[in-house]
Structures are given as structure tokens and as C-alpha cells.
């Protein structure tokens, strides 16, 4: 057995460095494991974060409370995404953070939903959810207790949930200092320093890579996979403008002919997030159409490359955790996503002694399983797009990865999906995703041939309508938000 663990470098700052140190001050700090953050000038945090459920049950472990994130991140309930204008002519669909349907059937419930769409029913396959019938309603979710078949995740201030964030490790012995430079000398396949120049040198047993982009440490040891091929629009764009209307817990994202933008409001204002195909449209005239999609004047904050791809991420002592690690598309919370991935299993396989190569091969199988599994959920958005513009029908023709194609092929067919294990996306998700592209399944489970239409769709008819009532009863966002700042 080799020398334990027992100091921690961690390069980086933002949301990738802060969130990092928590959760390791938080599973390793008590054992006496040291944890110092190298603070690197450049936070490559967005303004705005669009979070998935998944956070919650993070923030719980890290000490994080919903009512603290919501008094000082200007945080939002959000119980799904919106896409409208992704099929030119057809409006918008709702993917909800939700289970659909009921259970009282041996068939899934997309086969009643295909059985009542094919004899004229017009409801959405996410109608039949709790988390699609609140968007629909404009309400959040429930002031007390659980929300029971569905979940909710966040609109975050990024600099501000980075305050919390390190706030909450610096009190748990977390080091800090500010650090200009960073040369990496790697021996034998490992770190054994970090040269900072004036500010000295850093050695440690581990290294944690939180650099973003950069990839100061980890970007010497091993290649990019780029992903790009499946993923049109290189540029992303952030502007400001003053909140207007109520909010809603949803997140809008609306296709146009040079891209999309992600519409996250938090509590104090809104925030665009446009990826876009600078061949088509400049940044000049990218600002201008988001001036005109909201009707007001909008402030730029920032024009940066998008870069989705992975690497392997733990080699030899240093462990890339963010998106020095995984870069997912910006579509479906995933900025964020690959961090609390990466994190989780940096703390389930931390390594008992300086020997770590077991822990390295099953933390980069685990990592890549999730990062691949999401990037099939997101490259399918423009695998099944309908719009006539070139950026857009030239993503829809390029070959996707082997494993979304095979999905893709069964779902078209029987309406039937794969397993799922490492995913961060269930079944009901890919679901309401695939049928809100226009994916419907050409030949249904014939069981559902049996089913008696005078019965089934009186039931299914009732079941919406329960849904609809049930969600009437809940809060707007705004008595949310109020409920958590008193509570």
C-alpha cells in the first residue's frame, strides 16, 4: 500500500473549483485530508445557470440550502424546458422533469397515448405529467413536501451561487490564494509540482483540474475528443435585459434561422443565452435579434467558442473535474451537468493511498458512460429538427453517434427505448423529447389493438383533467419564491 492522501491542489476558479472543493471538503476534510484552491483570474462561469433536478439531492450533501440559494442566487423554480420553433410551423413542446402517465396498465403508457393520438386526441404526450401541466399553467411547484412524479431544478445567478459556494467551503478549512500562473511538471506520467512563479510552487497527492476550457493541467496528459460534429452552432452569445411579466418555471428555448437562445429568467432579470453559426449571422446582428425576440434592448455580456467533447479525465494524480473534463452542449442544463458527474465519482472511488490506477479506470468508464449518454440526448435535438435553413439541415443530415442511431431506429419503429443505466435522462424524458420532435413510433405494441376506445379515452380524458385541477391548487412562481425567502 502506498503513502494516503492527504493534501489536495485544486486549480481553477468559478463554478467548477468552488462546487469542487465543497464536495470534497465535504466527503474527505474531516478525515484530516487537506484542500487547497489555486485561484485562477479567469472564471468561465456563465451569468446565468440553468440547473437540472439532479442539484437537489447534491445540495443536500454539500449543506446547501433551497431557501439559501433562493435569497442570494435570485433562484427559480423550473420544472422543464419549453422548444418552440424547432420544427418550423408546429409551435413548441414541453420536455417536463416528470414521470407521464399512469401505471394501471402492463403496457407502457405511451402505447394508450399513440392508441388515443391515432383516433384524434390532440393532448401531448407531456400533458399527461405534473411537471407539463405546471408549465402549461404557469405554476411552480408545491410550497410542502415532495412533488410526487415530478422534480424541479433551478435558475441560478452564477456569481453569486459561486459566493455561496466558496463561502461554504472557505468555512469548512478550505485554503485559498490567488495564483497568475501555472506550469505543470509532469514525471513518470504523474504530477509531482506545480511551478506558480512568484507566487512559488504547489505539490499535493492529488490534483483537481477545474480550469474549464483550459485544461492547465490535465490538457498536457491526454487528447480532446472533439464532439463538434454533431453540434452546429460554435458560438455562444450571453445578453442581459430587464425581467417583464411573471415568471415562469420553465426554460425557453427557441430556435431561429442562425440558432437558438436559452431563455433563463432569474428572480431580477433576464438572461439570453444564444448558440449560433457565425458563418450565418455576426454577433451585431445575433444581438439584434434578440433585442427584437423580447422587444426591449438587450446588454452583451459575452461571445465565446463552444468546444462540446471529452477526455479521459483522470490520469495518473490529476482528475479534471468540470469541463477541463466533459463539455456538453449548452441545450438541456448540461453546462453544469458533467461537473456534478465528474464530482459524484471523485467521491465514491476517492483513492485510499497515492496508488490510484484502479480508481482512475473505473471513474473514467463511469464518466464517459454519462458524458456519452447525454451527448446522444442533446445531438438528437438537431438529429430531428425541422427547419429549412442550410446550419440546420446540414446537423439533421450528419451521421449520429452509433448509439443514438440504434435508439432512434427502435423508438421509430415499436415506440420502444434501451436500457438506461448512467443516464442522467430517463425514459419519460427521452419521450417527451423524441414525440415533441415529431418522432412517432410507425408500428405500436399490438396489445394495444385490445384496448377498448369507449373506455380508454373517457379515463385518459379524466386523468388529464385531474392533473389540470391538481395543478390549479399550486403556487405561482413569484408565492414560491416569497414562501422560501420567509420560511
Known amino acids: 500500500m502506498g503513502r494516503p492522501v492527504s493534501r489536495i491542489v485544486m486549480v481553477g476558479a468559478g463554478v467548477d473549483a468552488w462546487l469542487s472543493a465543497l ?78 402517465g399512469e401505471t394501471a396498465s402492463h403496457m407502457d403508457f405511451l402505447q394508450h397515448w399513440l392508441r388515443a393520438r391515432g383516433r384524434g386526441m390532440p393532448a401531448r404526450f407531456s400533458d399527461f405529467s405534473r411537471g407539463g401541466a405546471a408549465v402549461i399553467k404557469r405554476r411552480a411547484p408545491p410550497l410542502r413536501g415532495d412533488w410526487v412524479g415530478a422534480d424541479y431544478g433551478y435558475h441560478l445567478d452564477g456569481a453569486a451561487y459561486v459566493d455561496l459556494l466558496r463561502r461554504k467551503a472557505l468555512a469548512l478549512g478550505v485554503t485559498t ?56 452552432f460554435r458560438r455562444l452569445a450571453t445578453f442581459v435585459a430587464p425581467r417583464a411579466g411573471p415568471l415562469e418555471a420553465v426554460t425557453d428555448v427557441l430556435a431561429w434561422a442562425a ?31 434578440m433585442a427584437e425576440l423580447i422587444g426591449a434592448p438587450v446588454q452583451r455580456v459575452s461571445d465565446q467558442a463552444l468546444t462540446p467533447g471529452l477526455r479521459q479525465g483522470w490520469i495518473g494524480n490529476c482528475v479534471a473535474l468540470g469541463r477541463s473534463g466533459v463539455r456538453a452542449d449548452m441545450l438541456d442544463g448540461g453546462w453544469l451537468h458533467g461537473l456534478q458527474v465528474g464530482l459524484t465519482h471523485l467521491v465514491t472511488l476517492f483513492p485510499t493511498d497515492d496508488d ?78 423524441l414525440l415533441g420532435h415529431g418522432l412517432i413510433p410507425t408500428d405500436p405494441d399490438p396489445g394495444a389493438a385490445a384496448l377498448d376506445d369507449s373506455v380508454e379515452l373517457p379515463r385518459l380524458h379524466g386523468f388529464m383533467q385531474s392533473l389540470i385541477n391538481e395543478v390549479g391548487a399550486l403556487p405561482t412562481v413569484e408565492a414560491w419564491i416569497d414562501a422560501r425567502r420567509a420560511a
Open 23 to 100: 464536495g470534497l471538503a465535504r466527503a474527505v476534510a474531516a478525515l484530516g485530508v487537506q484542500i487547497e484552491v489555486l485561484e485562477t483570474p479567469n472564471d468561465p462561469t456563465p451569468i446565468a445557470l440553468d440547473v437540472l433536478p439532479a442539484v437537489k439531492a447534491l445540495h443536500r450533501i454539500l449543506g446547501v440550502d433551497e431557501r439559501e440559494i433562493v435569497r442570494s442566487c435570485a433562484a427559480v423554480p423550473v420544472a422543464g424546458q419549453r422548444f418552440s420553433d424547432w420544427t418550423e410551423g408546429e409551435g413548441f413542446f414541453v420536455h417536463a422533469y416528470a414521470q407521464v
Open 259 to 289: 440558432g437558438w437562445v436559452c431563455v433563463v429568467d432569474l428572480q431580477d432579470r433576464r438572461v439570453l443565452q444564444c448558440a449560433f453559426d457565425e458563418t450565418v449571422a455576426g454577433i451585431d446582428a445575433v444581438e439584434a435579434r
Open 356 to 433: 490510484m490506477a484502479a480508481e482512475a479506470r473505473a471513474f473514467n468508464a463511469a464518466v464517459r458512460r454519462h458524458a456519452e449518454a447525454l451527448r446522444d440526448f442533446q445531438a438528437a435535438h438537431y438529429r430531428l429538427a425541422k427547419r429549412p435553413e442550410p446550419s440546420w439541415r446540414a446537423a439533421a443530415d450528419v451521421a449520429p453517434p452509433a448509439s443514438l442511431a440504434e435508439r432512434l431506429e427502435l423508438f421509430a419503429l415499436r415506440g420502444a427505448l434501451g436500457m438506461f443505466e448512467d443516464e442522467t435522462f430517463q425514459a419519460d424524458n427521452w419521450r417527451m423529447m
Open 177 to 232: 490564494r490567488p495564483v497568475q500562473q501555472v506550469a505543470v511538471v509532469w514525471e513518470g506520467g504523474r504530477i509531482v509540482r506545480l511551478d506558480l512563479g512568484e507566487s512559488g510552487e504547489a505539490q499535493a497527492d492529488l490534483y483537481i483540474d477545474a480550469t474549464g476550457a483550459e485544461a492547465k493541467l490535465i490538457g498536457e496528459a491526454g487528447p480532446w475528443e472533439d464532439g463538434s460534429a454533431w453540434f452546429p
